[in-house]
T-cell receptor, first 113, second 112 residues
Framework: EPEVTQTPSHQVTQMGQEVILRCVPI?????FYWYRQILGQKVEFLVS????????KSEIFDDQFSVERPDGSNFTLKIRSTKLEDSAMYFC???????????FGDGTRLSIL | QQQVKQSPQSLIVQKGGISIINCAYE??????FPWYQQFPGKGPALLIA?????SEKKEGRFTISFNKSAKQFSLHIMDSQPGDSATYFC???????????FGQGTRLTINP
């Protein structure tokens, strides 16, 4: 069964550094998403991406964050100047023609020191 | 209004019993209600989903019950098994919107 893959599984970064989280969505999917889950809390929407542009974003997704689809297969989340509170699990998801259902990857655990 | 409230936070059920997890929402614009199952170290995996034009949907041992007037929906797991032990999230989204709004999650433990 096709799946969303994310790399790395764990990223440790010094506060203030930039980090790029990578995702390979399911190949024929059109919508791409990033969510995050702070330890012990609920999954929160960050951003959705369709047709090479951001289609929806949350208040969490400020100027510190950016997304990109640099080629036909990868989807990346960049966090500039990381803060301690950015420590969380970051999940990539994708969906096909009908927006729902969304299929999630296994996440990247981001630890900011 | 964007929230989805989920209860209980944790649940322990004996093997073979029925597990019931509840969610409530305020925003009547929500029209898609999925349940996700998450095992430790893994991402949420879609379990079952419902739209408000039906009151119940069943897939194997998993059933969603939906009460539109009460703005509540619930997940029932029949004949619960130890392999069902996981965290379960309800979620909701609005028509045409991409964002999923998640509940807080329920950690389910099935005792053998």
């Amino acid at each position: 069964e096709p799946e969303v893959t994310q790399t790395p599984s764990h990223q440790v970064t010094q506060m203030g550094q930039e980090v790029i989280l990578r995702c390979v969505p399911i190949s024929n999917h059109l919508y791409f998403y990033w969510y995050r889950q702070i330890l012990g809390q609920k999954v929160e929407f960050l951003v959705s991406f369709y047709n090479n542009e951001i289609s929806e974003k949350s208040e969490i997704f400020d100027d510190q964050f950016s997304v990109e689809r640099p080629d036909g297969s990868n989807f990346t989340l960049k966090i500039r100047s990381t803060k301690l509170e950015d420590s969380a699990m970051y999940f990539c998801a994708s969906s096909g023609q009908g927006v729902q259902p969304q299929h999630f990857g296994d996440g990247t655990r981001l630890s900011i020191l | 209004q964007q929230q989805v409230k989920q209860s209980p936070q944790s649940l322990i059920v004996q093997k073979g019993g029925i597990s019931i997890i509840n969610c409530a929402y305020e925003n009547t614009a929500f029209d898609y209600f999925p349940w996700y199952q998450q095992f430790p170290g893994k991402g949420p995996a879609l379990l079952i989903a419902i739209r408000p034009d039906v009151s119940e949907k069943k897939e194997g041992r998993f059933t969603i019950s939906f009460n539109k007037s009460a703005k509540q929906f619930s997940l029932h797991i029949m004949d619960s098994q130890p392999g069902d032990s996981a965290t379960y999230f309800c979620a909701a989204s609005k028509a045409g919107a991409q964002k999923l709004v998640f509940g807080q999650g329920t950690r389910l433990t099935i005792n053998p």
